[in-house]
C-alpha cells in the first residue's frame, strides 16, 4: 500500500513564481492536512478539508491555497512565493474520529530564492 | 493561548530508559498523540492516551494526568534506532491538533 505520495521531493523556486505541491492518498480517508515545519517549531496546520469538495483554514494559510475535487487529491499552491515559505510540507490523511492518526506523506523540502 | 512545552533535546544510553516529558494548556481535550520522526522522513504514529493512565506497546508506554495537563512517553530497552524527534500533539475542543516542537533525543552506545 502506497499510503500518502507527495511530489516534487523537494524543489528550489524563485520568489514571485508559483507552485502546486501534490498529494494523493490511497486509504480513502475524508480527512487531509497541509501541515509546514520549520526548525524549532511544532507543525502548523496550513489547510485542511475534511470531506471531499470543503476546505478550511488553518493556522497559516496566507499565501496557500488547496482543493478538493476528489478523496484521493489534494494539491497545495503557493500563488506568489515568498522566502518566508521556505519550508518542509507535509500532507496527511485520517479516518474521522477523535482518534484517528494522522498519515504522513514524505514530504516536500521546499526554498525560495 | 494554546502551548504544548517538550524538553528540545534528551540523551540516553543504548539499552537505557528513557522518559520524554510533554506538559501542554489547551482549549479543552479530546486526546493526545505521540508520533516518532526519524531525521528527514515523516512523523508516524506512536500512541494516543484519552483517559488518564498508562498505555503500554512494547518497548513504549505513554502516560496522561489531564488534571495536570501532563504525559510522557517512556521508552525501554533503548536501542540505536530510537534516535529522532518525539512530537507531542494535543486535541483540542474543536478537535484540531496544537502541536509541540518536538524532542530530539540521541542514543549514545
Known amino acids: 500500500t502506497a499510503g500518502i505520495t507527495q511530489a516534487p521531493t523537494s524543489q528550489i523556486l524563485a520568489a514571485g513564481r508559483s507552485m502546486t505541491l501534490r498529494c494523493t492518498q490511497d486509504?480513502?480517508?475524508?480527512?487531509m492536512y497541509w501541515y509546514r515545519q520549520d526548525l524549532g517549531l511544532g507543525l502548523r496546520l496550513i489547510h485542511y478539508?475534511?470531506?471531499?469538495?470543503?476546505?478550511g483554514k488553518g493556522e497559516v494559510p496566507d499565501g496557500y491555497s488547496v482543493s478538493r475535487a476528489n478523496t484521493d487529491d489534494f494539491p497545495l499552491t503557493l500563488a506568489s512565493a515568498v522566502p518566508s515559505q521556505t519550508s518542509v510540507y507535509f500532507c496527511?490523511?485520517?479516518?474521522?474520529?477523535?482518534?484517528?492518526?494522522?498519515?504522513f506523506g514524505n514530504g516536500t523540502r521546499l526554498t525560495v530564492t | 493561548g494554546q502551548n504544548i512545552d517538550q524538553p528540545t533535546e534528551m540523551t540516553a544510553t543504548e539499552g537505557a530508559i528513557v522518559q520524554i516529558n510533554c506538559t501542554y494548556q489547551?482549549?479543552?481535550?479530546?486526546?493526545l498523540f505521540w508520533y516518532q520522526q526519524h531525521a528527514g522522513e515523516a512523523p508516524t504514529f506512536l500512541s494516543y492516551?484519552?483517559l488518564d493512565g498508562l498505555e503500554e506497546k512494547g518497548r513504549f508506554s505513554s502516560f496522561l494526568s489531564r488534571s495536570k495537563g501532563y504525559s510522557y512517553l517512556l521508552l525501554k530497552e533503548l536501542q540505536m534506532k530510537d534516535s529522532a524527534s518525539y512530537l507531542c500533539?494535543?486535541?483540542?475542543?474543536?478537535?484540531?491538533?496544537?502541536w509541540g516542537a518536538g524532542t530530539k533525543l540521541i542514543i549514545k552506545p
Open positions: 496527511a490523511s485520517s479516518d474521522s474520529g477523535a482518534n484517528s492518526p494522522l498519515h
Open positions: 486509504m480513502r480517508h475524508n480527512a
Open positions: 478539508s475534511n470531506t471531499a469538495g470543503t476546505t
Open positions: 489547551t482549549s479543552g481535550f479530546n486526546g
Open positions: 492516551n484519552v
Open positions: 500533539a494535543v486535541m483540542d475542543s474543536n478537535y484540531q491538533l496544537i
